[in-house]
Structures are given as structure tokens and as C-alpha cells.
């Protein structure tokens, strides 16, 4: 599995297509980025692609993808049912 959530310390390690971790520097994107970044994340959850198919090489773009596919898959399970 390529990103791994510690529920103890609330922390997310991603890890490469080869399971092994990346280092995840904070200050290494600017924000508008990795919100961009999230968003393509989102898009490609609502598109139907898994976690495995994680399109980024580096870490912090890794797990921001993650974090907008997560939330797609939030989003889409909180939709009201009509």
C-alpha cells in the first residue's frame, strides 16, 4: 500500500511504487500547488482510479493527491440520497 495513515500520532507517511517511504517536506510546494494537486486528487477518485494509482513521484505531491482523493471519497459518501 503506498500511503499509510498513523491514527496515533495523526501523521501520513507515502510511500513510492516500490514501498519505499518518502520524506515529506512541508515548505518544499507553495500551497496554491498542493491545493491543485488535491484537487486533481479528488477528480481522479471521482473518475473511478484507486489509491494505487497515485500519478506522483515525490512525497509531498504524493500525499497531497491523497488527501484530495480522500476527500472525494468523503464527499462521496456523504452525498444526500434522493
Known amino acids: 500500500m503506498p500511503i499509510d495513515h498513523d491514527e496515533m500520532f495523526g ?7 516500490g514501498n519505499q517511504k518518502l520524506e515529506i ?3 518544499q510546494m507553495p500551497s496554491s500547488a498542493y491545493s491543485s494537486i488535491m484537487k486533481q486528487g479528488e477528480s ?19 500525499a497531497a493527491w491523497f488527501e484530495g ?8 459518501q456523504n452525498q444526500p440520497k434522493h
Open 11 to 17: 501523521e501520513l507517511s507515502v510511500y513510492d511504487k
Open 25 to 27: 517536506d512541508c515548505d
Open 44 to 62: 481522479d477518485f471521482n473518475r473511478g482510479l484507486e489509491k494505487a494509482d497515485n500519478p506522483h513521484l515525490d512525497g509531498e505531491s504524493r
Open 69 to 76: 482523493w480522500t476527500w472525494g471519497a468523503y464527499n462521496a
